[in-house]
């Protein structure tokens, strides 16, 4: 196992204004260096994040992606504000350093927040980079145990009481993302109308309030170098919001492929979760119910749900590379994504269940 996420060289045309850059944090850091240098975290599909070398230190920068118009999902201030705030109760957060909102410096607002040193695991991990299955286990367990953790936090204490709605939440959610997808769309696609329809006519909620992450998967967490099974840090932040914390499950599980699902699923690779030792959906889910105290007879609402939200988050990306807005190769065939994970919720509500689908 890599004990850091690795950097790469700045990808063409997202590179940052490295002399304005450097002036800025003379200033802010009252330095007079005359030198920085900075590299890319390439493995993201959303926000851009840099790592900075900088009078001695790493700092991580985060800014919104070239051509981005998603306002909420984008939100630099937001985001350092959350981070701010959770970080005056929670150890489990990054410290965050500063935000700039001025122009002058990147075009864009971005904030500076410590560099986390530890493990990720990423999607595509080779074998040879998997934790034997106890550690997987452990790991798996802390992920779970982890998130009832946040959903269970005092975000009144944390300043955090206004970030979001609660009331009428999941029926927000359901219509939100739906207009996104529209918005974006590129392709005629029969089983997102689909899986859209019956969101609609099947919408719940549990009636708690949470504070929740709405990305949380494993490459959103840092894991302890010397016991992987810890987790340190939580990241990427853009989207947490006060809502039904089963909502937030919902996406997680929309992450979660399991070992006998089809080929063609595990090959999305949205997660590293067919490591041998990785708990199935099903002991996802009812790890975190037991944990949580709670009671929930169906969770395939929230899991469909969970599908979707992230096939319209792929599709905002692919729509973006589609105009031209991005050059990443990457981004070329994500349309076959989306298609995928609605194929694959079509079937979860064909089936009524999480696992053993096909």
């Known amino acids: 196992m890599s004990n850091l996420d690795q950097t790469a060289p700045v990808r063409s045309g997202e590179e940052l204004n490295k002399s304005a850059l450097l ?6 850091f009252q330095k007079e260096e005359t030198d920085l ?5 390439p493995a993201g599909f959303s926000n851009l994040t840099y790592l900075i070398h900088f009078a001695g230190q790493e700092l991580v920068l985060r800014t919104p992606p070239i051509g981005a118009k998603i306002k909420s999902g984008h939100d630099m201030g937001r985001e350092h504000k959350v981070l701010a705030g959770l970080g005056s109760i929670y150890h489990k957060i990054p410290k965050v350093h500063a935000y700039c909102d001025d122009p002058a410096v990147l075009g864009t607002p971005f904030y500076l927040m410590e560099r986390v040193s530890g493990i990720i695991l990423r999607p595509k991990m080779q074998p040879i980079e998997y ?9 798996s367990r802390s992920l779970v145990l982890t998130l009832v953790e946040l959903h ?10 206004d970030l979001g709605k609660p009331g009428g939440y999941v029926d927000r959610q359901v ?9 974006s769309k590129t392709d005629h696609l029969e089983e997102v109308d689909h899986v859209a329809l019956w969101l609609e006519s099947e919408k719940r909620t549990s009636g708690r309030t949470a ?9 959103n967490v840092v894991l302890d170098g010397n016991d992987p099974t810890s987790i340190i840090a939580i990241l990427d932040w853009e989207m947490c919001t006060l809502g039904d914390p089963l909502m937030d499950l919902g996406t997680t599980l929309g992450y979660w492929v399991n070992d006998d699902d089809p080929p063609w699923l595990q090959e999305l690779s949205l997660s590293p979760t067919v490591i041998p030792g990785n708990l199935s959906r099903s002991e996802v889910a009812d790890l975190y119910l037991k944990t949580a105290g709670q009671t929930e007879p169906n969770l395939i609402f929230y899991y469909v749900f969970g599908l979707f939200k992230i096939s319209v988050i792929v599709q905002q990306i692919y729509a973006r590379y589609q105009q031209g807005h991005t050059k990443d190769e990457r981004f070329a065939n994500l349309i076959h994504v989306v298609k995928g994970l609605n194929v694959h919720a079509k079937q979860v509500i064909d089936k009524g269940k999480l696992d053993d689908l096909y």
């Open 23 to 28: 002036h800025y944090l003379n200033g802010q």
């Open 175 to 183: 219509a939100g993302w739906t207009k996104r997808y529209a918005k």
């Open 37 to 41: 240098n900075i590299q890319q975290f």
């Open 131 to 139: 934790p034997d299955a106890t550690t997987m286990a452990g790991i």
């Open 152 to 161: 269970q936090l005092d975000y009144s204490a944390a300043g955090l009481a």
């Open 211 to 219: 504070l929740i992450h709405n990305d949380f998967k494993y490459d």
